[in-house]
């Protein structure tokens, strides 16, 4: 069964620090996302990793995949307060028809 | 163009209710899938659909829970005799197939009290 565990669960960092958020995953899977949740709103894509050393940047935020290692990761550079939400990584399986999901980071920029 | 969307967004029933909550997906897309959500958590898998054949229902927590999509593009997932349990956002995603990129409405908020 595949497992999706992200940490850390909740984050509070201040404006124009850096941090990462990491997600580890069960077993091998095709593609990762990473997505952002404001509070009462639905899930925003932010990226789709697709292969071993797959890395995306828009803006602040910055997603890697290791497919050997399972393990994505979000890096925040600089943050500002307009990322606080609650991010997802999920992954999926080919062969399968779902998308598994992690507990979430909900993170909490201090301006 | 219009994205996925779902209605009502806000639903209260009472326990042991029954309730109807519509999805539409976006035109055109071949797969729709529903998530529940709890409070805190990250969606879970209730159901899929391609086209109108509902290929896994895996993830409905019990019979209580009835998902159909008869024409291939507005699903309806119904859930009889509802309970505290029951109450979380379920959200409706489409794609344009089995191996695309997934697209999530607003969700439904389900309370039940």
């Known amino acids: 069964e595949l497992k999706v565990e992200q940490n850390p669960l909740f984050l509070s960092m201040q404006e124009g620090k850096n941090y990462t958020i990491y997600c580890n995953y069960s077993t091998t899977s095709d593609r990762l996302y990473w997505y952002r949740q404001d509070p009462g709103k639905s899930l925003e894509s932010l990226f789709v990793?697709?292969?071993?050393?797959a890395v995306k940047q828009e803006g602040r935020l910055m997603a890697s995949l290791d497919t050997k290692a399972r393990l994505s990761t979000l890096h925040i550079t600089a943050a500002v307060h307009d990322l606080s939400a609650t991010y997802f990584c999920a992954v999926d399986i080919r062969r399968d028809d779902k998308i598994i999901f992690g507990k979430g980071t909900r993170l909490h920029i201090l301006p | 163009g219009a994205g996925v969307s779902q209605s009502p967004r806000y639903k209260v029933a009472k326990r042991g209710q029954d309730v109807a909550l519509r999805c539409d997906p976006i035109s055109g897309h071949v797969s729709l899938f529903w998530y529940q959500q709890a409070l805190g958590q990250g969606p879970e898998f209730l159901t899929y659909f391609q086209n109108e054949a509902q290929l896994d229902k895996s993830g409905l927590p019990s019979d209580r829970f009835f998902a159909e999509r008869p024409e291939g593009s507005v699903s309806t997932l119904k859930i009889q005799r509802t309970q505290q349990e029951d109450s979380a956002v379920y959200l409706c995603?489409?794609?344009?197939?089995?191996?695309?990129?997934?697209?999530f409405g607003p969700g439904t908020r389900l309370t039940v009290t």
């Open positions: 995603a489409s794609s344009l197939d089995i191996s695309s990129e997934q697209y």
């Open positions: 990793l697709l292969s071993n050393g």
